[in-house]
């Protein structure tokens, strides 16, 4: 089924292995971009970052996948250049959820003449690249696959499980597609993460820091160890902005504020009995797991385990830290590529031969 979407566009940027294209989507209150690669009727598989990441952190692990999928990979809002949300609103996983359906709901082809502006880094500098072939495309998505990172992972954990009959396969990279909060913690949570918010308001005229590239590359390297110099350099390439005297962080500081919208652990089990896509779960030995030290949160994330287990879900482990799939994507990618290929993949194939058979 075709629907017209108006104002969805590709820009198209370049290559990398395969065709890549810019993304933009408007939304009430701006526009959500990414990028898109591989053939236009391909599978579609939807990639979904990490918080604080943007969708460059699949810059070297999409071009090691199947080819015959279309991987389209968002900057979240108030992430990359997606716009930010508007004054007063929380960053959540519902809300999120709700950006995911906003993204697949469309799909047309058009083509137009303009010249648009991409914001690009090259040799640590940033210019403007002047993009005089606009081309339109985009198109419904009535099933698809999702590959989460960390944040990400959690996003399509609940989308899968909202929407359980538009997903046929879902990977969860150092993820466990829910994040259980204790119930007893869950007052004290609501209140930080509203007190947090009235004052990031109270210093809303404050002047944004300006950064020298060099300088930025070090904070972003201080403030997450897990990423190698040149996946920084990655997530940078959409991570910032020029401006008079050097560039600031495009993303919006209140997904920093705590997250005020949360499920329990009985909430997540049974969200995750929801899900009728196959699952597979790949966890760094030095990823996520080593944030869930305390004995009360390894009970989380061992239920959520065993719960994908229990379901003949796929959970494995290999060698590498929160972002491997970045860092080393030699590592993940030939899981990926497998599964995609058995549980989706092979299955298309073998549903078109029988259709064709038929006539």
Not at 170 to 176: E, G, H, I, K, T
Request: with cysteine; glycine share 6%.
């Amino acid at each position: 089924m075709m629907r017209a979407l108006k104002g969805v566009r590709h820009l198209h940027t370049g290559t990398m292995k395969q065709a890549v294209s810019e993304l933009s989507i408007p939304v009430p209150w701006g526009e959500i971009r990414g990028k898109v690669w591989g053939p236009d009727h391909g599978h579609p598989v939807l990639c979904l970052h990490g918080w604080a990441d943007n969708c460059g952190t699949f810059n070297t692990f999409i071009p090691l996948l199947p080819k015959e999928c279309r991987y389209v990979a968002m900057d979240l809002a108030g992430h990359g250049q997606s716009s930010h949300r508007r004054p007063g609103v929380f960053y959540s996983f519902p809300s999120y959820v709700m950006d995911v359906r906003r993204v697949i709901d469309g799909v047309w082809v058009h083509e137009v003449a303009g010249v648009n502006p991409l914001i690009q880094l090259k040799h640590q500098c940033l210019f403007m690249r002047q993009v005089r072939s606009l081309r339109v495309l985009a198109m419904q998505w009535n099933k698809f696959s999702i590959i989460g990172h960390s944040m990400g992972g959690n996003i399509a954990g609940l989308f899968s499980a909202l929407y359980p009959e538009m997903v046929d396969a879902v990977v969860l990279l150092d993820s466990y597609g829910f994040l259980p909060t204790d119930p007893n913690e869950m007052p004290k949570v609501m209140r930080q993460g509203m007190d947090e918010m009235l004052q990031f308001e109270k210093k809303t005229e404050e002047k944004t820091r300006v950064y020298t590239y060099a300088k930025a590359v070090e904070r972003l390297l201080a403030a997450n160890p897990s990423l190698s110099v040149q996946s920084v350099r990655m997530l940078l390439e959409r991570g910032l902005v020029q401006v008079e005297g050097g560039v600031v962080f495009s993303r919006d500081f209140r997904i920093n504020l705590k997250n005020i919208v949360r499920i329990s652990l009985e909430q997540s089990l049974e969200m995750q009995s929801r899900i009728q896509a196959s699952v597979l779960v790949i966890l760094a030995e030095s990823g996520f797991e080593k944030i869930f030290a305390e004995p009360d949160q390894k009970k989380f994330t061992s239920a959520l385990l065993q719960g994908y287990r229990d379901r003949n879900h796929t959970v494995v482990t290999v060698p590498g830290n929160h972002h491997v799939h970045l860092n080393n994507p030699e590592v993940v990618a030939p899981l990926v590529s497998d599964f995609l290929q058995t549980k989706v993949l092979s299955q298309l194939a073998r549903l078109t031969n029988e259709q064709t058979s038929k006539l």
